[in-house]
T-cell receptor, first 113, second 112 residues
Framework: DTAVSQTPKYLVTQMGNDKSIKCEQNLGHDTMYWYKQDSKKFLKIMFS???????INETVPNRFSPKSPDKAHLNLHINSLELGDSAVYFCASSRMGSGETQYFGPGTRLLVL | KQEVTQIPAALSVPEGENLVLNCSFTDSAIYNLQWFRQDPGKGLTSLLL?????REQTSGRLNASLDKSSGRSTLYIAASQPGDSATYLCAARTGANSKLTFGKGITLSVRP
């Protein structure tokens, strides 16, 4: 009955690899987000999609490419992984325009070796 | 550009104490402000959301206040319990469709 789910929960990979993280929400929300939480626990927005359209794109390397096949899914694909990509990635969702709370997934812990 | 600051970074209190967690923001033209809780290795759970037109919100032992003119919000926890131990983050939003800007969080430890 999870509201926002992410897979995988843990991801350990080598530098230079390409990996994807999946996110799904069953709350009927129209807006989804990706956040990165670094080793110092600082949480920062990366992307936001509304109805499959990109609305927020922070200064993120273009190795990161979000894809939203439908309103309930927002996947994050990362090319040519670097050591500095090691972090916890959180997906979240909300309803657009209402300023309502965002609901967060449990996070994906990515370690690049 | 909105910046959110939470000081101190960590706090340790004995069980039963009432405590206040502080959050300050640089742009007073905020749309709303949220307080979240993050347990180790877990995602974020929303605790309270205060709209810009509100002064405070309450949920159980938690009370959050908002003072836009001074750029401050506080989270008051009454009668703290060991189960309250977690990291508490505040986040400000400057528009209905804008991003959340997070503080770095305050890691609270409540000693039995």
């Amino acid at each position: 009955d999870t509201a926002v789910s992410q897979t995988p929960k843990y991801l350990v990979t080598q530098m230079g690899n390409d990996k994807s993280i999946k996110c799904e929400q069953n709350l009927g929300h129209d807006t989804m987000y990706w956040y990165k939480q670094d080793s110092k626990k600082f949480l920062k927005i990366m992307f936001s999609y509304n109805n499959k359209e990109l609305i927020i794109n922070e200064t993120v390397p273009n190795r990161f490419s979000p894809k939203s096949p439908d309103k309930a899914h927002l996947n994050l694909h990362i090319n040519s992984l670097e050591l500095g990509d090691s972090a916890v990635y959180f997906c979240a969702s909300s309803r657009m325009g209402s300023g309502e709370t965002q609901y967060f997934g449990p996070g994906t812990r990515l370690l690049v070796l | 550009k909105q910046e959110v600051t939470q000081i101190p970074a960590a706090l340790s209190v004995p069980e039963g104490e009432n405590l206040v967690l502080n959050c300050s923001f640089t742009d007073s033209a905020i749309y709303n402000l949220q307080w979240f809780r993050q347990d180790p290795g877990k995602g974020l759970t929303s605790l309270l959301l205060i709209q810009s037109s509100q002064r405070e919100q309450t949920s159980g032992r938690l009370n959050a206040s908002l003072d836009k003119s001074s750029g401050r919000s506080t989270l008051y926890i009454a009668a703290s319990q060991p189960g309250d131990s977690a990291t508490y983050l505040c986040a400000a939003r400057t528009g209905a469709n804008s991003k959340l800007t997070f503080g770095k969080g305050i890691t609270l430890s409540v000693r039995p």
